[in-house]
C-alpha cells in the first residue's frame, strides 16, 4: 500500500477540517492509501514535516489550509528535491489558489475528485530562494493585507480589504520601482506592485486574464501619479474591468524579471514574508504536479 503524507492546519479558517478528520482517513483506506498525518502547529519545525518522504512510497501530499499553508509546504517540497503531486484541500481564508485550479470548497467531494483523477501539471513562480503558488505583492495591498486582522477577512471578506485599502491611500509613500525583463527595463512610482503566477488576490479577481500552465508570469502595477488617478485605478480594480481600461495601471507578461526598489519595503508571497531585495521573480513551467483539478 502507498502512503500519502497529510499535512493541514487546525487553525486555518474556522477550524473546519477538524470535523472531517475521521471522513478523509475512511476515504484514504477505501483506496488502499495509507495517510500520515502531521500537525502544523509552533510546537513543530514543519521542515520536518515531509523527512523520511520519497516518490517510491508515496502517491501524493495531502495539504489543507490557506494560500500560506500551501505555499510553505511547497517550499518544503521542493527544497528537499521531491517530484510527488500535491493535493488541496481549501479550508483557509480565501483560498485564492484553490478556487483558481476549481477544487471543491467541500471536503468530500473534494477528495473523491482528488482520488479519481491524474495530477495534472502547472506553473509555479519563484522569488530568489522562495516559491511562490499564486503571488508575489509589496506596496498598498501587501501592507492593508498584513494590517487586516483575521476577524474581519473571515466575517467581511472582501470588504475588509476594501475599507482598510481606502484609509490608508493617503498615507501610503509611493515607491520607487525598478524593473528588468529580457525584453526591457523601465522605473516608475508605484502604489501597488503584483507579479501573478494565479488570478486572485484575496479573491479579488485581479489578473484575470491570466494561465497557470502557459510559462508566463502577469505583472500589474498601479502607477502612484496622483491621489485622483490612485483612487480610479483602485475602484477598477473592484470593478474587474482594470485591464480591459488600464489607464492608471501598467500590465505585461514575461517569464521572468528583477525587481529592485529605493526603500526596503516588505514584499509577500501567497501571504507570507517575501524575500529582500534586489529580487529576481521567474516562471518554472510545469513546476508543480496537482491532483484534483
Not at 520519497?54 to 489543507?64: F, G, R, T, V, W
Not at 466575517?155 to 529580457?182: M, V
Not at 531585495?277 to 513551467?285: D, G, L, S, W
Amino acid at each position: 500500500m502507498k502512503k500519502v503524507k497529510f499535512i493541514y492546519n487546525p487553525h486555518s479558517g474556522e477550524q473546519i477540517i477538524l470535523k472531517h478528520l475521521d471522513k478523509i482517513i475512511y476515504l484514504y483506506q477505501k483506496q488502499n492509501l495509507i495517510i500520515e498525518p502531521f500537525r502544523i502547529s509552533f510546537e513543530f519545525d514543519l521542515n520536518t514535516s515531509l523527512d523520511g518522504v520519497n516518490e517510491k512510497e508515496y502517491d501524493h501530499i495531502l495539504i489543507s489550509g490557506g494560500d500560506g499553508t500551501i505555499n510553505q509546504v511547497v517550499n518544503v517540497l521542493k527544497k528537499k528535491n521531491l517530484d510527488i503531486p500535491i493535493a488541496i484541500l481549501p479550508t483557509g481564508t480565501a483560498n485564492d489558489f484553490a478556487n483558481l485550479l476549481g477544487i471543491p470548497s467541500n471536503i468530500e467531494v473534494a477528495i473523491k475528485k482528488i482520488l479519481s483523477n491524474k495530477p495534472k501539471k502547472i506553473d509555479l513562480g519563484k522569488a530568489n530562494d522562495l516559491y511562490f503558488i499564486n503571488i508575489f505583492s509589496c506596496g498598498l495591498f501587501t501592507e492593508v493585507s498584513q494590517k487586516t486582522p483575521s476577524v474581519l477577512k473571515n466575517t467581511l471578506g472582501k470588504l475588509a480589504y476594501y475599507f482598510n485599502g481606502i484609509k490608508e491611500i493617503p498615507h501610503f509613500k509611493k515607491i520607487k520601482l525598478s524593473i528588468k525583463t529580457e525584453d526591457f527595463s523601465f522605473q516608475c512610482s508605484s502604489l501597488i506592485f503584483f507579479v501573478f503566477n494565479g488570478k486572485s488576490a484575496g479573491n479579488f479577481n485581479i489578473a484575470y486574464k491570466a494561465k497557470i500552465d502557459d510559462g508566463m508570469l502577469d505583472v500589474i502595477i498601479v502607477k502612484s501619479e496622483s491621489i485622483a488617478s490612485t483612487l480610479g485605478a483602485i475602484f477598477k480594480f473592484f470593478k474587474g474591468d482594470h485591464l480591459d481600461h488600464p489607464e492608471g495601471i501598467i500590465h505585461f507578461q514575461t517569464k521572468a524579471l528583477t525587481l529592485k526598489v529605493e526603500d526596503d519595503i516588505n514584499t509577500d508571497i501567497d501571504g507570507e514574508p517575501g524575500p529582500k531585495y534586489p529580487i529576481n521573480i521567474t516562471c518554472i513551467k510545469d513546476g508543480l504536479s496537482v491532483l484534483g483539478i
